[in-house]
């Protein structure tokens, strides 16, 4: 079965480092890019950055470039997001969730087929207080 | 960068009426390979999202035919046939045509 698991809640304070975990199970880790999305307390939905774990090709939204950072380690099929000094407004739900592309090669061309964010992690909740 | 916008923001609804929500985008989001890249997600309370359809017009495994969306370019439409209970939540739109993409702020259907 093809399961994001996500590391536990989290509370920190202002100024701490914070680094969470999205564990893939069910499917070979390197094929789709793995994003993180931020859900702030009775808010939407935020692209935060994707990562591709085949070559760890990274895309950050312009608001969240330069704040965290998203990585992976290949060989235990995990992405992590992480800060190094959080603040009050960082206090949100932190979802992972697979970014599912197929490809085919034909006739020597590779073909891309998307079908949608179609596996999310239960969410990590982190919050921040002093 | 593209911004989505979705209306009505609200939606109460009557057990067995149709639903309809709409979403727009900035730019288009036809690609060159004829696909539109908008996807719907239903966050149910207390879930996480998950997604209904998407390249605009494509159920996800699992999910009910009531569920259609359509539309083309920048204009968008989530139908739900006949809705039931279950589909109480907040519907979001996302453009796909970016790496990562955009949601629209999310449209909370309340059932009445």
């Known amino acids: 079965e093809v399961q994001l698991v996500q590391s536990g809640a989290e509370v920190k304070k202002p100024g701490e480092s914070l680094k969470i975990s999205c564990k893939v199970f069910g499917y070979s880790f390197t094929k789709y890019w793995i994003g993180w999305v931020r859900q702030m307390p009775g808010k939407g939905l935020e692209w935060m950055g994707i990562i591709y774990p085949g070559d760890s090709d990274t895309r950050y939204s312009p608001s969240f470039q330069g704040q965290v950072t998203i990585s992976v380690d290949e060989s235990i099929s995990t992405a992590y997001l992480q800060w190094s000094s959080l603040k009050a407004s960082d206090t949100a739900i932190y979802y992972c969730v697979r970014r599912m592309v197929e490809s085919s090669s034909l006739s020597g061309k590779v073909y891309y087929f998307y079908f949608g964010m179609d596996v999310w992690g239960p969410g990590t909740t982190v919050t921040v207080s002093s | ?112």
């Open chain 2, 1 to 112: 960068d593209i911004v989505m916008t979705q209306s009505p923001l609200s939606l109460p609804v009557t057990p067995g009426e149709p639903a309809s929500i709409s979403c727009r985008s900035s730019q288009s989001l036809l690609y060159s390979d004829g696909n539109n890249y908008l996807d719907w997600y239903l966050q149910k309370p207390g879930q996480s999202p998950h997604l209904l359809i998407y390249l605009g017009s494509n159920r996800a495994s699992g999910v009910p035919d009531r569920f259609s969306g359509s539309g083309s370019g920048t204009d968008f439409t989530l139908k739900i046939s006949r809705v039931e209970v279950e589909d109480a939540g907040v519907y979001y739109c996302m453009e796909a045509l970016q790496t990562p993409g955009t949601f629209g702020r999310g449209t909370r259907l309340e059932i009445k």
